[in-house]
């Protein structure tokens, strides 16, 4: 059985701050995919990035960078500079190997940035 | 390119009616998968259709069934409904193929209330 675990309900910071949001997965799948997917108040979950088992390599985008570490079963997301329009439930999750490549979700960090 | 859109918005049912969702997916994509969502909660994979036919299945009722359209749009129908049905019902397309994880794109996702 996969397992996605957010372990951060909710997190507060004020504008500028960097910030993590961890992740850490459980799947005895050798061939998985790792997900991050932001929830804005209106509903609709965005995509944000998805990294194969066999990339290790942390990638960079703006002002958010990913963190995948197969040693510890985790791919946490940074934001740097962090915005009021970063505001938002933050959602990891894992893809299987199976044909239906359902994602398991986390229960997700809501992330809160004051002005 | 037009997006993932879903219909109704939101729905308001009584306990033990029928509700049908409709969603249209991103141009180009052939994979519908669909997913409930409880309040404070990640979204739970339902089922996904692959060019029509049901491609997998998570842990749901048969109460809750599906279609896939020759446009690939798509239909989740949910009978008898209870209480806890009550949930933000988020659609996602892919364009699938075996072997390969497609990043799924979700709609706007129709809020059911289940009184």
Same mark, same amino acid.
């Given at each position: 059985?996969?397992?996605?675990?957010?372990?951060?309900?909710?997190?507060?910071?004020?504008?500028?701050?960097?910030?993590?949001?961890?992740?850490?997965?459980?799947?005895?799948?050798?061939? /998985?995919?790792?997900?991050?997917?932001?929830?804005?108040?209106?509903?609709?979950?965005?995509?944000?990035?998805?990294?194969?088992?066999?990339?290790?390599?942390?990638?960079?985008?703006?002002?958010?960078?990913?963190?995948?570490?197969?040693?510890?079963?985790?791919?946490?997301?940074?934001?740097?500079?962090?915005?009021?329009?970063? &505001?938002?439930? /933050?959602?990891?999750?894992? &893809?299987?190997?199976? &044909?239906?490549?359902?994602?398991?979700?986390? &229960?997700?960090?809501?992330?809160?940035?004051?002005? | 390119?037009?997006?993932?859109?879903?219909?109704?918005? =939101?729905?308001?049912?009584?306990?033990?009616?029928?509700?049908?969702?409709?969603?249209?997916?991103?141009?180009? =994509?052939?994979?519908?998968?669909?997913?409930?969502?409880?309040?404070?909660?990640?979204?739970?994979?339902?089922?996904?259709?692959?060019?029509?036919?049901?491609?997998?299945?998570?842990?749901?009722?048969?109460?809750?069934?599906?279609?896939?359209?020759?446009?690939?749009?798509?239909?989740?129908?949910?009978?008898?409904?209870?209480?806890?049905?009550?949930?933000?019902?988020?659609?996602?397309?892919?364009?699938?193929?075996?072997?390969?994880?497609?990043?799924?794109?979700?709609?706007?996702?129709?809020?059911?209330?289940?009184?």
């Amino acid at each position: 059985a996969q397992k996605v675990t957010q372990a951060q309900t909710e997190i507060s910071v004020v504008e500028k701050e960097d910030v993590t949001l961890d992740c850490v997965y459980e799947t005895r799948d050798t061939t /998985y995919y790792l997900f991050w997917y932001k929830q804005p108040p209106s509903g609709e979950l965005v995509f944000l990035i998805r990294r194969n088992s066999f990339d290790e390599q942390n990638e960079i985008s703006g002002r958010y960078s990913w963190n995948f570490q197969k040693s510890t079963s985790s791919f946490n997301f940074t934001i740097t500079a962090s915005q009021v329009v970063d &505001s938002a439930v /933050y959602f990891c999750a894992l &893809s299987d190997s199976g &044909s239906a490549r359902q994602l398991t979700f986390g &229960s997700g960090t809501q992330l809160t940035v004051l002005p | 390119e037009t997006g993932v859109t879903q219909s109704p918005t =939101h729905l308001i049912k009584t306990r033990g009616q029928q509700v049908t969702l409709r969603c249209s997916s991103q141009s180009g =994509h052939n994979t519908v998968s669909w997913y409930q969502q409880a309040l404070g909660q990640g979204p739970q994979f339902i089922f996904q259709y692959y060019r029509e036919e049901e491609n997998g299945r998570g842990n749901f009722p048969p109460r809750f069934s599906g279609l896939q359209f020759p446009n690939y749009s798509s239909e989740l129908n949910v009978n008898a409904l209870e209480l806890d049905d009550s949930a933000l019902y988020l659609c996602a397309s892919s364009l699938g193929a075996r072997g390969l994880s497609y990043e799924q794109y979700f709609g706007p996702g129709t809020r059911l209330t289940v009184t």
